[in-house]
């Protein structure tokens, strides 16, 4: 079955509720969309919204790549060859994961639709549905109490807290969620704003607080100053942009672990397949996987979750980038059930064009 037709385009995606993080405000997000229809009319699905950041590709470098003639080349493949495709264009564009994850989800939606099974059953589904957190921005103390009892009172017990901005502040904050919502698992991603003494000040004030992990606490490059902090505080932290690629997961494999859990972001490590590659390291490692996102269409979100499922040792989600979108390519996609994500039987993703 032969790829007959592709169709690129972005969507500027307004969020619902703003907030902040360490190094700037966000109000809304702009996502490429993916569309590679078959012979048979079969319609794969694929997103994208890549962190310049981060990775250093934006969501229009993606555009334009996927608008490039390279793309062209691929009408006319047989979609069961999926996976030499997206092996081509890794090649291609070795330093654009955004297009490399807009394709490798488009292609895995429109192979597994081809075979009428979820993508997840492809792979193997090791996990049924896992509880989600979802995120708090960096704000006063007051807000973050309001916003935690809003999402108490819709079933979430997982709050991710923004932090890094002022230690004091910070420490507060999550003891005020504390004391008053004392059955809530906390999470904390600092976006690389702390400092080696910073992190000994929050983790030493935090102690007893019901403070699940740490993401990323100190900045990419300064990751030596974790070195002999043990391992107690150690199993606790999340490589979020430390960790990219399969070349990053090896580097941070080596014990005494600098972290004890990766975060897999398919837009760090550009779809489905680059995710396994990280996973099948953690795993040999016997360090856990955190599977996390940006602001993305419920399309890649699902993607994640799928990868996720299929990963035996995947023990965190942090699956809530489409929650606050205003609006969306698609409908269908995960099932979400009082904080807990599921996928259902459908084929593919199992999403639909609204």
Known sequence: MRIKQISVFSKNLALTRPYRIAYKTVHSVENVFLLITLENGIIGIGAANPSKEVVGETPLQTLEN?????????????????????HGISTRFPTCPGTQAIW???LHDAFAKYLKLPVVEIYGRHIKSLPTSVTIGIMGVEETLDLA????????????????????????RVRKIHEKFNDVVIRVDANQGYSRQDLLQFT???????VELIEQPVPVGKEQELVGLGQQICKTLVADESVKTSVDAIHYAHSPHLFGIYNIKLMKCGGLLGAFEIATIAKAARIDLFWGCN??????I???????FACPHTKYIDLDGSFDLADDLVKGGFILNQGKLSIGSKPGFGLELD
Request: contains cysteine; glycine residues 8%.
């Open 66 to 86: 996927c608008q490039s003639e390279y793309f062209q080349s691929l009408l006319g493949k047989d979609i069961r060859n999926f996976r030499h495709i997206i």
């Open 104 to 106: 490798d989800i488009a």
């Open 149 to 172: 009892k809003e999402y108490k009172g819709m079933g979430f017990n997982i709050l991710k807290v923004k932090t890094g901005q002022a230690v004091d502040v910070d420490i507060e």
């Open 204 to 210: 030493a004030a935090i102690e007893g607080h019901d």
């Open 295 to 300: 602001d993305e269409s419920v399309v890649s």
């Open 302 to 308: 699902t993607a994640a979750l799928h990868a996720a």
